[in-house]
């Protein structure tokens, strides 16, 4: 398992693998290379190369905006479960500090 990082509660927050990265930086990567290419092959004529490098922009946009997106939903998640855990933890500490036979006067009646 992957090592986490600390939460400001005291938690750990498991990290995620770095997939997703990866994924969006190799994407962004070939989208540069497309556009490089289309600067030489289009370097005359202003309207073709518009036209080629107007999706190129919006693929930027959307890759980048999808990923950090996602990254933000899914740290927020993890740090929500790191909390539920320490809420669970804490009341079942509690829980079992307490003596059966004075939380519930019923038990000691036989």
């Known amino acids: 398992m992957a090592e986490g990082r600390a939460g400001t509660g005291g938690g750990e927050i498991p990290q995620s693998s770095p997939y997703g990265f990866y994924t969006v930086a190799l994407a ?10 289309a600067l030489f092959v289009f ?3 202003i309207a073709n190369m518009t036209a ?3 999706p190129l922009y919006t693929l930027f946009g959307t890759l980048v905006g999808a990923y950090f997106g996602i990254k ?3 740290d927020a998640n993890d ?10 933890d804490k009341t079942n500490k509690a829980l079992a500090a307490l003596d059966p ?3 519930n006067p019923i038990v000691g009646e036989h």
Not at 28 to 37: G, P
Not at 79 to 88: F, L, M, S
């Open 52 to 54: 080629a490098l107007g």
């Open 72 to 74: 933000a939903t899914n």
């Open 101 to 103: 036979e004075k939380a």
């Open 79 to 88: 740090k929500a479960r790191v909390e539920v855990k320490k809420a669970n």
């Open 28 to 37: 962004l990567v070939l989208a540069a290379l497309v556009f490089v290419v």
């Open 43 to 45: 370097k005359t004529d």
